[in-house]
């Protein structure tokens, strides 16, 4: 007797399989990463710093690192003189890393490395081959980053909240022919994004805004989702949809048996994705200048 495979551990193995080739290939499991006599926890660390120096908590969010890994891993940096960490003169309770004169000649030595290792795995593969992969790298990358976003609710107002919606205006400004103004209804509307009726959720990825989006009350049972916006780069990895999808569930945990929204005719990519999840287009439901079409679905 056979006994199938499940797809989803079927797919888990391939990832598995990926993972074991490629950090042997990389040289992921030597001690001293690509000849440079740092393991790769150590390089990888040093990489960050000396691409865009941060304060500890960026480089914490970024690499997904635990305080205390990332205070050890500092202090042996620090030990060997490659980098510096200072308190933020705007704010003390913060502290900025830095490279040293060391630390940069040390950077520029692993980035030759690391260049001249990729090469390496291009060497024998034909043109065809070369950009078959690079193709593919490209695509998993922007797949196993959308897999590792997180979906959080925060204050509409806070800093996070306010960088993503800024993006998202400014896309619309560019993309709408007269652009677009907030104007005063941006904070009115804010306002309406917090409980205990409303709620706004941020996607981060390293640390940094991806998406976002809210949920309003505007009527007995009735939620409207606003807001919504994913960066341009992280489109085509469905990360939209499982927004979409975590918005529509936060609308339930509201109270709401049904959503709407609306948008502007120029954003085909949001009515695409509108309608493959369900949504059904409506007559006008409010006062927004810049609405052109309206959706509806039942939640029950």
């Given at each position: 007797?056979?006994?199938?495979?499940?797809?989803?551990d079927?797919h888990?193995?391939?990832?598995?399989?990926?993972?074991r080739?490629?950090?042997?290939?990389?040289?992921?499991l030597?001690?001293s990463?690509?000849?440079?006599?740092?393991p790769?926890?150590?390089?990888?660390?040093l990489?960050?710093?000396?691409?865009?120096?941060a304060?500890?908590?960026?480089?914490?969010?970024?690499?997904?690192?635990?305080?205390?890994?990332?205070?050890?891993?500092?202090?042996?940096?620090?030990?060997?003189?490659?980098?510096?960490?200072t308190?933020?003169?705007?704010?003390?309770?913060?502290?900025?890393?830095?490279?040293?004169?060391?630390?940069?000649?040390r950077?520029?030595?692993?980035?030759?490395?690391?260049?001249?290792?990729?090469?390496?795995?291009?060497?024998?593969?034909t043109?065809?081959?070369?950009?078959?992969?690079?193709?593919?790298?490209?695509?998993?990358?922007?797949?196993?980053?959308?897999?590792?976003?997180t979906?959080?609710?925060?204050?509409?107002?806070?800093?996070?909240?306010?960088?993503?919606?800024?993006?998202?205006?400014?896309?619309?400004?560019?993309?709408?022919?007269?652009?677009?103004?907030?104007?005063?209804?941006?904070?009115?509307?804010?306002?309406?994004?917090?409980?205990?009726?409303?709620?706004?959720?941020v996607?981060?990825?390293?640390?940094?805004?991806?998406?976002?989006?809210?949920?309003?009350?505007?009527?007995?049972?009735?939620?409207?989702?606003?807001?919504?916006?994913?960066?341009?780069?992280?489109?085509?990895?469905?990360?939209?949809?499982r927004?979409?999808?975590?918005?529509?569930?936060?609308?339930?945990?509201?109270?709401?048996?049904?959503?709407?929204?609306?948008?502007n005719?120029?954003?085909?990519?949001a009515?695409?994705?509108?309608?493959?999840?369900?949504?059904?287009?409506i007559?006008?439901?409010?006062?927004?200048?810049?609405?052109?079409?309206?959706?509806?679905k039942?939640?029950?």
């Open positions: 007797m056979t006994t199938s495979v499940p797809e989803t079927a888990a193995g391939v990832v598995r399989r990926f993972n080739s490629y950090t042997q290939r990389i040289g992921a030597d001690d990463f690509l000849g440079t006599g740092m790769l926890g150590t390089a990888r660390l990489f960050e710093v000396g691409a865009d120096p304060t500890t908590r960026d480089l914490r969010a970024r690499l997904g690192l635990d305080s205390g890994y990332l205070s050890r891993l500092l202090r042996r940096l620090e030990a060997d003189g490659l980098v510096t960490v308190e933020d003169p705007d704010d003390r309770r913060r502290r900025v890393v830095g490279l040293t004169d060391a630390g940069r000649a950077w520029d030595d692993l980035e030759r490395r690391s260049a001249e290792r990729a090469r390496e795995l291009l060497a024998p593969l043109e065809r081959q070369r950009a078959r992969l690079a193709a593919a790298l490209a695509e998993a990358d922007l797949l196993v980053r959308a897999a590792t976003v979906l959080e609710r925060v204050d509409a107002s806070s800093p996070v909240a306010r960088a993503a919606v800024g993006e998202y205006f400014a896309e619309l400004d560019r993309r709408f022919p007269g652009g677009f103004d907030a104007g005063e209804q941006s904070a009115a509307d804010a306002q309406k994004l917090g409980p205990p009726s409303g709620a706004f959720v996607a981060t990825s390293d640390g940094e805004p991806v998406a976002c989006g809210g949920v309003q009350t505007i009527g007995d049972g009735v939620g409207e989702i606003k807001r919504m916006w994913v960066h341009a780069d992280w489109r085509g990895a469905g990360l939209g949809s927004l979409l999808r975590h918005l529509e569930g936060v609308a339930r945990e509201l109270g709401h048996t049904a959503v709407r929204l609306d948008t005719g120029t954003l085909t990519e009515v695409a994705m509108y309608r493959r999840a369900g949504y059904l287009e007559e006008r439901y409010n006062d927004n200048p810049y609405a052109e079409r309206f959706f509806a039942d939640l029950a």
